[in-house]
């Protein structure tokens, strides 16, 4: 079975603060794994390094079996393109370019980078946003848009570079709990269609109902991994345990 | 009020207001490429050229604007040796001086408005394979100009009042000849027609700044 991300003790502090303390794991392809974990546990820093939104300081990154970091030491600026190319990424706060509109958005970079012609792009962007329920928002500005509309736009936006591989950071965590919904339909539809994604969030729920592995982050490293039968269902470690158990009492 | 004596004093004022419109477009469209690249070097990783560009705009913001005009139409001639060769047109001194200055202006703007835009602008258009080039042209400057447009609206206005500073240097602009009306004649009305002109001047870039500013809100 081929990986399509391997990590390997990962490694980033920021001077005396490590943020990342060997992190390792691996992810096949089609595979969902939802990533939870107390605030400022790394998840966030773990997911954006994948992307190289931030640099290492130690480890390995492997994306399809290419090394974008080995050992700490990264890839020529140009290979690193090539690997972070294969990704798509999903912020908390979407992200969209305000100044264009909501088709616009989606044909930015495709258009700059030549991905295809201008009909096909066209052609592309319409089934994006009829995927996501809006297509009759083509012509919108971001700024008329509801927050769970505008994850939706990310989503299709980060779609149109056809990615291997979608992370998405805490997607639903600007949202207010109605609109958290139709967000959350559409990443679900995306894992039955078999992407591979990696989602950092904090809606047990939805971890446990689509995701085929749950990692549980604490203090910078990966405290416990599983099913999220094992993991919600009986988490081995105390740490996993009481973490739940808080997430519990708040919801 | 008799419009005999209008006619006569606004054909020369007329004449005046060419070179003060001239002024006015010669140094808009040289300072505010200028004034973006200024901004540029003031964010630069290279130290001694950011330096540079700061010190540019604390020498450029610090110093008055005439003390500028001046220097660049009587100060430059007589540096040693290359004074000789720094002798132009008082009209194209003095244009230096104001692009010069009015760039100083327009980096301090603009590098307040690429502060204003969030770093995950930056970080979607990486992410989606766009280079720092393409980013910054498709993505960055767009949303620059929509937040530094109304303090440019007010120094292009300040701008057309500063050129009246050509009187100084003797350039005959629309003040210079509403002066020498004035003096000539003993009447107020060259004062209030040279008014009037300036007035239309900033209402035509008052309106001009509106449109530009519904057409970037993004609505």
């Known amino acids: 079975m081929t990986h399509i991300i391997e990590v390997k003790q990962l490694k980033k502090s920021f001077d005396a603060l490590e943020v990342l303390k060997e992190v390792s794991f691996d992810i096949q392809a089609g595979e969902v794994v939802a990533v939870i974990g107390p605030s400022g546990s790394g998840k966030s820093t773990m997911l954006r390094s994948l992307i190289h939104l931030e640099e290492v300081t130690g480890g390995t990154i492997r994306i399809l079996g290419q090394g974008l970091v080995e050992e700490g030491r990264y890839a020529s600026g140009k290979d690193i393109r090539t690997l972070t190319d294969r990704m798509g990424m999903v912020f908390q706060h979407f992200n969209l370019f305000p100044h264009l509109t909501v088709r616009a958005n989606l044909e930015l970079a495709p258009k700059t980078l030549k991905k295809d012609t201008a009909a096909g792009i066209r052609k592309r962007s319409m089934e994006l946003l009829d995927k996501v329920g809006l297509l009759d928002k083509a012509d919108v500005y971001p700024a008329n848009l509801s927050g769970g509309q505008k994850q939706r736009v990310a989503i299709a936006r980060a779609l149109m570079m056809q990615p291997d591989i979608l992370l998405f950071d805490e997607p639903t965590s600007a949202l207010d709990p109605e609109l958290t919904g139709e967000v959350l339909r559409v990443i679900k539809q995306l894992a039955q269609e078999n992407m591979t994604m990696i989602i950092v969030t904090h809606e047990m729920g939805f971890a446990r109902e689509v995701a085929d592995r749950v990692f549980f982050m604490d203090k910078g490293e990966i405290a416990e991994a599983g099913t999220p039968e094992q993991l919600f269902g009986n988490p081995q470690r105390e740490r996993t345990r009481m973490f739940l158990q808080r997430e519990k009492l708040e919801e | 009020m008799s419009w005999d004596y209008i006619f006569t004093v606004l054909p020369p004022m007329l004449k005046g207001a060419q070179t003060t419109v001239l002024m006015f477009l010669a140094v808009i469209v040289l300072s505010v490429p200028l004034g973006f690249g200024v901004t540029l070097l003031m964010r630069s ?93 498709k993505v960055i400057v767009p949303q620059m100009i929509r937040v530094v447009l109304p303090t440019t609206a007010n120094e292009a206005i300040t701008l057309v009042k500063d050129t009246a500073l050509l009187y100084a240097v003797a350039v005959p602009e629309l003040l210079y000849f509403a002066q020498t009306a004035v003096n000539r004649d003993m009447r107020l009305i060259p004062f209030f027609l040279a008014a009037i002109v300036y007035l239309l001047m900033t209402l035509v870039l008052t309106i001009a700044f509106k449109a530009l500013e519904k057409r970037y809100s993004f609505k």
Not at chain 2, 47 to 74: D, E, I, N, S
Not at chain 2, 81 to 103: K, M, P, Q
Not at chain 2, 119 to 133: D, H, I, P, R
């Open chain 2, 45 to 137: 990783r290279v130290k001694p050229l950011a330096w540079l560009a700061h010190t540019y705009v604390y020498v450029m913001r610090g110093t008055p604007l005439l003390l500028q005009v001046l220097f660049f139409c009587f100060g430059l001639p007589l540096l040693p040796v290359i004074g000789e060769y720094l002798v132009f047109d008082r009209f194209i001194s003095a244009a230096i001086a104001f692009v010069l200055n009015y760039a100083a202006y327009f980096a301090e703007i603009f590098r307040g408005g690429l502060l204003s835009i969030d770093k995950g602008q930056q970080e979607a258009a990486q992410v989606l394979g766009l280079s720092k080039w393409q980013t910054m042209t």
